[in-house]
């Protein structure tokens, strides 16, 4: 069993802040794992590229490495419930630049720290919880809470590109799954469906109570979604006869991607390529918006290959 950390309300400013940190004294939260024990399990690629390290506000960050990888599902896959509308083609992407990414999403603990507000109180399919998810979070409040941390840090903190979340959530790996291609074991791995909702458990769960992807990254399959900096579109089809680099999705448009599902999505719906939009009159759960956020490595972070 993984070592936790000690769940201790930090000091915040402000009203909304001060209830929060109350409302967490009748009871602490679920635990987490903690920076130790992430730090030691870090994959070799991960530990020849950075440390991992927890930021001011307790967000703990892993190292990603640069890399090629491929990105969505190929059209003429056998998986019958891939949707290769949204996902094909089948395309390569080098991510040229390592980075940090969180190993969770935002925590209500976190969000309150930095914003000052809980959008998710005394909404449907939540529970309060410092190690909880945030959700009912826009993408607008998302960009802003990434600006706000990185001038608390002077560090560059942002949402994940679409790619940069596919890569990271793969791990290295090709499979439908970060832990392969069926989803008997996912069960293990993440809040979809058959283990919440239909269980009755209608809201996100606490961070660190599944198994982390091979990268350390917790929750990548469900709990909640997670929004990109993309705009959406489909992917090009000239995108099969060449390599992308640092794909950034399209200048214009008005819907914004997620990723991962979230705890109320059918396993489909989790897949380490499945695509979600939000915004639109037809698929708005406001309960499953949620982020985690990349941090981007000063040049001393970077370590030599050679």
């Given at each position: 069993?993984?070592?936790?950390?000690?769940?201790?309300?930090?000091?915040?400013?402000?009203?909304?802040?001060?209830?929060?940190?109350?409302?967490?004294?009748?009871?602490?939260?679920?635990?987490?794992?903690?920076?130790?024990?992430?730090?030691?399990?870090?994959?070799?690629?991960?530990?020849?590229?950075?440390?991992?390290?927890?930021?001011?506000?307790?967000?703990?960050?892993?190292?990603?490495?640069?890399?090629?990888?491929?990105?969505?599902?190929?059209?003429?896959?056998?998986?019958?419930?891939?949707?290769?509308?949204?996902?094909?083609?089948?395309?390569?992407?080098?991510?040229?630049?390592?980075?940090?990414?969180?190993?969770?999403?935002?925590?209500?603990?976190?969000?309150?720290?930095?914003?000052?507000?809980?959008?998710?109180?005394?909404?449907?399919?939540?529970?309060?919880?410092?190690?909880?998810?945030?959700?009912?979070?826009?993408?607008?409040?998302?960009?802003?809470?990434?600006?706000?941390?990185?001038?608390?840090?002077?560090?560059?903190?942002?949402?994940?590109?679409?790619?940069?979340?596919?890569?990271?959530?793969?791990?290295?790996?090709?499979?439908?799954?970060?832990?392969?291609?069926?989803?008997?074991?996912?069960?293990?791995?993440?809040?979809?469906?058959?283990?919440?909702?239909?269980?009755?458990?209608?809201?996100?769960?606490?961070?660190?109570?599944?198994?982390?992807?091979?990268?350390?990254?917790?929750?990548?399959?469900?709990?909640?979604?997670?929004?990109?900096?993309?705009?959406?579109?489909?992917?090009?089809?000239?995108?099969?006869?060449?390599?992308?680099?640092?794909?950034?999705?399209?200048?214009?448009?008005?819907?914004?991607?997620?990723?991962?599902?979230?705890?109320?999505?059918?396993?489909?719906?989790?897949?380490?390529?499945?695509?979600?939009?939000?915004?639109?009159?037809?698929?708005?759960?406001?309960?499953?918006?949620?982020?985690?956020?990349?941090c981007e490595m000063k040049k001393q972070n970077i370590k030599s290959s050679d």
């Amino acid at each position: 069993m993984a070592p936790f950390q000690r769940c201790t309300p930090q000091r915040r400013s402000g009203l909304v802040s001060l209830c929060f940190t109350v409302s967490l004294l009748a009871g602490c939260s679920d635990p987490s794992p903690s920076l130790s024990f992430i730090a030691s399990s870090l994959a070799p690629e991960q530990r020849e590229t950075g440390q991992a390290f927890e930021n001011s506000i307790g967000l703990i960050f892993v190292p990603i490495p640069s890399g090629e990888f491929q990105m969505g599902t190929s059209s003429d896959t056998k998986v019958k419930w891939s949707n290769t509308k949204d996902e094909s083609p089948l395309h390569r992407v080098q991510i040229s630049t390592p980075f940090f990414m969180s190993v969770s999403e935002v925590t209500q603990e976190h969000y309150t720290m930095v914003m000052d507000e809980t959008p998710w109180l005394d909404e449907p399919l939540t529970k309060e919880s410092a190690n909880t998810p945030a959700t009912y979070v826009s993408h607008k409040k998302a960009i802003e809470f990434c600006r706000r941390l990185s001038e608390k840090e002077d560090r560059i903190y942002r949402l994940p590109t679409e790619a940069e979340w596919e890569y990271a959530c793969r791990g290295g790996t090709v499979t439908v799954f970060h832990f392969g291609n069926k989803p008997f074991k996912l069960d293990d791995y993440g809040w979809y469906f058959n283990n919440a909702y239909k269980a009755k458990e209608q809201y996100p769960h606490p961070w660190g109570l599944k198994k982390p992807n091979h990268w350390m990254l917790y929750d990548m399959h469900g709990n909640v979604c997670e929004w990109c900096s993309d705009k959406y579109a489909l992917y090009p089809t000239t995108l099969i006869k060449k390599v992308t680099t640092d794909p950034k999705g399209p200048e214009k448009g008005r819907l914004h991607v997620w990723r991962g599902g979230g705890f109320s999505s059918n396993a489909q719906d989790v897949r380490s390529a499945t695509r979600h939009i939000s915004g639109g009159s037809h698929f708005r759960p406001e309960y499953l918006a949620g982020f985690r956020v990349v941090c981007e490595m000063k040049k001393q972070n970077i370590k030599s290959s050679d």
